[in-house]
């Protein structure tokens, strides 16, 4: 069983920086297209932003705005979610995420999940 695992939420302040991180040990991202979502309280989980691992543009959310940017490192074998000027709206558990066939676009059919990592901004 692939287990994502992700990491790097804290407590910041609105116009603050995080970076996640996403890896796991069983599986390479190679061919993958790997994503972050985030569930906010009382909310659904929503869609934040894709890309293949081989490379290319980035499928983004409407919201982000330029804000978020998504990278790997190759060698690690790691994806990573850099967030820049959040706003106390971006306060959500966020979950990466992975499937190895692009089926249902770039939001939908993932099969691989990380435990989530709360980000909390305070205003």
């Known amino acids: 069983q692939v287990q994502l695992v992700d990491s790097g939420g804290g407590l910041v302040q609105a116009g603050d920086s995080l970076r996640l991180a996403c890896t796991n040990s069983k599986m390479r991202f190679d061919d993958c297209t790997v994503a972050w979502f985030r569930q906010a309280p009382g909310k659904e989980r929503e869609f934040v932003i894709a890309s293949k691992w081989s490379g290319g543009s980035p499928f983004v959310a409407d919201f982000v705005k330029d804000r978020f940017t998504i990278s790997r490192d190759v060698a690690d074998n790691t994806v990573y979610l850099q967030m820049n000027n959040l706003e106390p709206e971006d306060t959500a558990i966020y979950y990466c995420?992975?499937?190895?066939?692009?089926?249902?676009?770039?939001?939908?059919?993932?099969?691989?999940w990380g435990q989530g990592t709360q980000v909390t901004v305070s205003s």
């Open positions: 995420a992975a499937k190895v066939f692009f089926s249902g676009g770039w939001t939908k059919n993932y099969n691989f």
